[in-house]
C-alpha cells in the first residue's frame, strides 16, 4: 500500500533540545517537501528537495534542517534555535508536477 | 508576494445541500490549481484540480469551476454530507511548488 509516513505523530521538546522528525515514502516520488501549520492557518514551506543529495529553504526555514541521503526519506529537525516550533508539521511527495500527496502530520509541542 | 487566498473563511450548509467554496488567485500567469481537503488531525486530500486550458472539470459529487477573466475558483460539492466537514484548501501548483490560500472550514449541520 503506497504512502507517505511520519513519525511520530505527538513530539514533545525540551528547552534547547533538538528533535527530528521522520518521513517515509514509498511513491517513487522526486520531490518531497515540508510545511509547518499552525492552528485555524494554511501551510508554509519550511525545506524541499527536488531531488536526492539537494534540497532548498521555504519561506520559513531559520530554525530548520533536514536532509535527502535516499530518496525515500525527507528527514526534518527542529533546532533550538526555532524559538517557537509548538505547530502541526506536514510532509509531502509529489512527482512530475502531480499533486502533492501529504502523510497525516506530526504534532509537536514544547514541554 | 503573489499569494493564493479564500474568500470565506466559514461555511456552515445544512446537510444534503449543495456547497460552494470559493477563492481568489492573484498570479494571473497561474495555470494549474488543486483542491485539498483537510480533515481534523489529518494531512490534506486531494480532492480534484484543474489546468487553465479548462474552466470547468467534475469529479464524483465535486465540481471545480475556474473563471481566469476574474482570477478565481470555486469548489462545488453536491449534496453535501456530514463526512465533507472539514477545512478545504484551493493551492496553485507551479513547478512541483504549491501556494496554499488560507483555507474555509465547512460544517454540516444535520
Known amino acids: 500500500d503506497g504512502g507517505i509516513t511520519q513519525s511520530p505523530k505527538y513530539l514533545f521538546r525540551k528547552e534547547g533540545q533538538n528533535v527530528t522528525l521522520s518521513c517515509e515514502q514509498n511513491l517513487n516520488h522526486d520531490a518531497m517537501y515540508w510545511y509547518r501549520q499552525d492552528p485555524g492557518q494554511g501551510l508554509r514551506l519550511i525545506y524541499y528537495s527536488q531531488i536526492v543529495n539537494d534540497f532548498q529553504k521555504g519561506d520559513i526555514a531559520e530554525g530548520y534542517s533536514v536532509s535527502r541521503e535516499k530518496k525515500e526519506s525527507f528527514p526534518l529537525t527542529v533546532t533550538s534555535a526555532q524559538k517557537n516550533p509548538t505547530a502541526f508539521y506536514l510532509c509531502?511527495?509529489?512527482?512530475?508536477?502531480?499533486?502533492?500527496?501529504f502523510g497525516d502530520g506530526t504534532r509537536l509541542s514544547i514541554l | 508576494g503573489e499569494s493564493v487566498g479564500l474568500h470565506l473563511p466559514t461555511l456552515s450548509v445544512q446537510e444534503g445541500d449543495n456547497s460552494i467554496i470559493n477563492c481568489a488567485y492573484s498570479n494571473s500567469a497561474s495555470d494549474y490549481f488543486i483542491w485539498y481537503k483537510q480533515e481534523s488531525g489529518k494531512g490534506p486530500q486531494f480532492i480534484i484540480d484543474i489546468r487553465s486550458n479548462m474552466d470547468k472539470r467534475q469529479g464524483q459529487r465535486v465540481t471545480v469551476l475556474l473563471n481566469k477573466t476574474v482570477k478565481h475558483l470555486s469548489l462545488q460539492i453536491a449534496a453535501t454530507q456530514p463526512g465533507d466537514s472539514a477545512v478545504y484548501f484551493c493551492a496553485e501548483n507551479a513547478g512541483n511548488m504549491l501556494t496554499f490560500g488560507g483555507g474555509t472550514r465547512l460544517m454540516v449541520k444535520p
Open positions: 509531502a511527495s509529489a512527482w512530475n508536477n502531480q499533486p502533492q500527496h
